[in-house]
């Protein structure tokens, strides 16, 4: 079988895609977590909103499923406790306050006990604040990646599944029918500046969508990395800056129990 797993690199995602938790700032506010709050970052990567999360609650623990950014987590912010855990199977024995996940659902494909996880470890009332790729999200970029995968006869590489980006709607009834009440849902468009002006899209495969390629000859591979990002420049160069088409839901909501 082939290993599609995403490979984290922590200096490259640092260096060059930092704007994952630059965006998460924002949302921050939304959680406004409180001095005697335990609070969890589920996908905490390396631990950059963990860290500013904590400047305001109590407690804050982070979660990441790679054992590389867990690492870089810890080494970056010592005082915080981190742990490698997946978001679809976690436990822990105190319940948590609210729950905040940035840039992290759209990875796992187990949505459903993804969100029962979620509920179960927290309080009554305890609140979730979620952003990830919503219904649409990079659909540029990752079309003209399968057509060129497609081109050249790689198929079942063309076809991959990797990312879970649902509709809000979607989204909604499902954390409905795990007992959350929705306070507030949005599905917007936000295109995402890369940091490099030479190669922003191509670096955005390598970082994000690598997995595309296990099985394509090494020839082709920086071959379709230039062909997509120059098919795609009118729509995602604008004004010499490389843009890439992210939608975004934004969810929060409480946990609540019987409810009559
Ligand atoms: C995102 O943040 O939307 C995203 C990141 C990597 C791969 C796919 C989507």
Known sequence: MIDTTTKWKP???????????QYGESLIKLLD????????????????????????????????????????AKSKFPEIEFQVMDASNFLFNEK?????????????????????????????????VL??????????IVN???????????????????WYFPSIGDYCTELESAGFRVLSAEH???????????????DWISMFAESFFVGVLEKHI????NEVQELI?????????????????????VKEENVC
Request: charged fraction near 30%; aromatic fraction near 10%; charge should be neutral.
């Open 11 to 21: 200096e490259l995602y640092n260096e060059k895609h930092s704007f994952v938790y």
């Open 33 to 72: 977590p409180k001095g005697n709050q335990r609070i969890l970052d589920l996908g905490c990567g390396s631990g950059q909103l963990t860290s500013k999360i904590n400047e305001f609650a109590k407690e804050t623990i982070g979660i990441d499923k790679s054992v590389e950014m867990i690492a870089d």
């Open 96 to 128: 948590f306050d609210s729950i905040f996940s940035n840039a992290t659902l759209h990875w796992v494909k187990d949505f459903r006990n993804a969100i029962k996880c979620m509920y179960e470890n927290l309080n009554s009332n305890g609140k979730i």
């Open 131 to 140: 952003e990830f790729g919503g219904k649409g999200n990079v659909q540029t």
């Open 144 to 162: 003209e990646l399968r057509n060129a995968l497609r081109l050249r006869g790689y198929e079942n590489q063309s076809n991959l599944d990797l």
């Open 188 to 202: 917007y468009d936000r295109p995402t500046e890369l940091a490099d002006e030479e190669s922003g899209i191509k």
């Open 222 to 225: 920086e071959e379709i990395k």
């Open 233 to 253: 420049k009118d729509k995602c160069l604008i004004n010499n800056k490389w843009y890439a088409d992210y939608k975004r839901i934004r969810i929060v909501a």
